[in-house]
């Protein structure tokens, strides 16, 4: 023994070799790692050695990755492929499906038991994919977004009406979208503050909500000058304005006076996209299905045209 060289004291109670470590009496012993945990250890380099060889794995090597920014790995693997090749089985497997559904009406879908369930697969796979966004996973909306379970339609809720909205959208670039607008009555200084408050409280006792007797008068006649041509005599609206009901208690921005107050202000205006060059017939056709489907739809011969 070398006289370098350092005496390492055995640990009484386990017979292992300590480091020469110790904090407030308690020794550091010098404990080998059980074999299995190294085999193991080991194994795991090996196997990330052949993945980085085998796999695209290492980033940013110039002229050995090509025109990538990382190596291909010897087995040419990729994902993005891979996906594509999916999509494309997906396509396949669905063409029978779509093929049923090209030019069906609604009540040869529901009459259908095998096209029906097709159609609540598709929709559901494209409205998750294209609208849950801006109408929620379950359809139910949000402020400013309609709720589509509840057949309240702005444009019509028949199966052709909601094919056509989304087709063409709503104040969107499409030339065939549908558009309306309502003025900015406050912000454009239409009318004054007072006076927009006058129509608030009208508005609201159109769907059966009190407010002040004399408010209300008022509110009545400038509904009359300014708003009638859109939402009609009655209030009932007009679907082929895409103007609202504004006696059902169905607020697509709000329902408290607070908030009818703001929409007749600032005229808000809402902008749903036009999906006929993103999405094919047939899957606008499984959409509009599933769309009506939500909340039992209407028939087309039923549809108000004043509403």
Not at 92 to 116: Q, T
Not at 241 to 252: F, I, M, R, S, V
Request: proline share 5%.
């Amino acid at each position: 023994m070398s006289d370098h060289e350092e005496i390492r004291e055995t640990d009484a109670h386990s017979g292992t070799e300590t480091t020469g470590h110790e904090w407030d009496g308690i020794k550091e012993l010098d404990t080998p790692l059980p074999r299995w945990w190294l085999y193991t250890f080991y194994a795991c380099i090996a196997i990330g050695v052949v993945y980085m060889v085998m796999m695209p794995a290492i980033p940013a090597l110039p002229g050995l990755a090509g025109e990538t920014d990382h190596t291909r790995g010897v087995s040419n693997n990729s994902e993005r492929a891979n996906v594509a090749v999916a999509m494309a089985d997906l396509e396949a497997s669905r063409a029978p499906g779509f093929e049923r559904l090209r030019g069906a009406s609604i009540d040869e879908i529901e009459d259908d038991p095998d096209l029906l369930g097709f159609v609540r697969a598709a929709g559901d796979a494209a409205f998750g994919n294209n609208c849950s966004t801006c109408h929620g996973s379950g359809a139910q909306g949000f402020v400013g977004y309609p709720n589509l379970n509840d057949d309240v339609w702005l444009w019509g809720g028949s199966y052709e009406d909601i094919r056509t909205t989304i087709r063409f959208g709503i104040r969107g670039e499409h030339a065939d979208t549908r558009f309306s607008q309502m003025p900015s009555f406050g912000r454009d200084a239409l009318l004054t503050r007072s006076q927009i408050g006058d129509v608030t409280d009208y508005v609201l006792s159109l769907s059966g909500q009190d407010g002040p007797a004399d408010a209300i008068a008022r509110g009545a006649e400038i509904f009359t000058s300014q708003c009638v041509s859109c939402h009609m005599a009655d209030g009932r609206g007009d679907r082929t304005q895409g103007a609202p009901d504004l006696t059902d208690q169905n607020w697509l921005y709000g329902g408290s006076r607070d908030q009818i107050l703001a929409t007749i202000y600032r005229g808000p205006y809402g902008v749903m996209p036009a999906w006929e060059d993103r999405l094919g017939d047939t899957t606008i056709d499984a959409l509009a299905a599933y769309v009506y489907l939500l909340g039992g739809g209407e028939a087309a011969a039923s549809r108000p045209t004043g509403q």
